[in-house]
């Protein structure tokens, strides 16, 4: 894979960063990938609450055997979000003279996740719950994302800037990602009254055009971050983030149509009349 010099950072001299790159495009896909074709997804949601209703009776008790730790969706997503905006909060103290690139990538990670534990709190509505080793991996998983994008951007100092300065793009269109996203979230959550749990078809915005418009306004944040930083570590978190979404979209798709009879054909997974 090629992009043009004048657009990225030359790749900092570290062996830790590049294997992070590597790792993080390569675990992404494979879990997007995973996520289409049903092979295996991460037990929270729709898909593990699901799972649990369709198990047999060996199955249960194979699942009684493993000891799984099941906490509330409230508190898993608090634990999943709030070490990678400390890691953000973090970096203000930790480089504080790095230049306008580094504290818009800095602020856009710590609002980024400021903005999901805001949801958190205040904006989303539960149906069920996920299991501690799930939440373990997710959580590690946005910390190592957070910590190591900031840390490559430090290591990026001092090296010739890229002759294409995206840096004002990438916050438009990282400001355009999440507010997309928080808007659509705030469409999901209208749609339950309190103590209600069963899924229904979501509609407004986006949503009929795509069942999963929130991970399409993810995917833009993910890629303005990419122009904002504009190295090589973002840009394989950016695309690893998209095949992941992406996936999690389709999964999501085909478990509405096997759920919901008068789920709309028309309406897409996450990109609006293509897929």
Not at 64 to 76: D, F
Not at 82 to 87: D, I, K, N, R
Not at 133 to 156: N, R
């Amino acid at each position: 894979m090629f992009l043009p010099s004048t657009i990225l950072f030359s790749a900092p001299p570290s062996l830790f960063v590049k294997t992070m790159s590597a790792l993080n495009l390569v675990l992404h896909a494979n879990a997007g990938y995973s996520e289409m074709t049903g092979k295996q997804h991460m037990k929270y949601s729709k898909f593990w609450n699901d799972e649990k209703s369709t198990m047999n009776g060996k199955e249960k008790e194979k699942k009684k055997k493993k000891e799984e730790i099941k906490i509330s969706s409230r508190n898993g997503m608090l634990f999943l979000y709030t070490p990678a905006f400390l890691a953000g909060l973090a970096s203000f103290w930790l480089f504080p003279e790095e230049g306008l690139r580094f504290l818009l990538l800095s602020s856009a990670l710590t609002f980024h996740f400021f903005k999901r534990i805001f949801e958190v709190l205040f904006i989303h509505k539960y149906s069920g719950g996920m299991t501690l080793d799930s939440a373990i991996v997710i959580s590690l998983s946005y910390f190592s994302i957070t910590a190591t994008m900031i840390y490559t951007q430090h290591l990026s100092q001092g090296l010739p800037e890229p002759t294409i300065d995206s840096k004002f793009f990438g916050l438009i269109l990282f400001l355009l990602g999440v507010s997309g996203n928080f808007y659509h979230h705030c469409l999901l959550s209208k749609m339950r009254r309190n103590g209600e749990k069963e899924y229904k078809i979501p509609t407004g915005g986006l949503f009929d055009k795509v069942i999963c418009p929130h991970y399409l306004f993810e995917i833009l944040g993910f890629w303005g971050i990419f122009f904002i930083a504009q190295t090589w570590y973002s840009f394989c978190c950016a695309l690893g983030t998209t095949f992941y979404l992406v996936g999690r979209s389709c999964a999501t798709r085909n478990w509405y149509f096997s759920k919901l009879e008068d789920f709309p054909k028309h309406v897409k997974a996450i990109f609006p009349y293509v897929l």
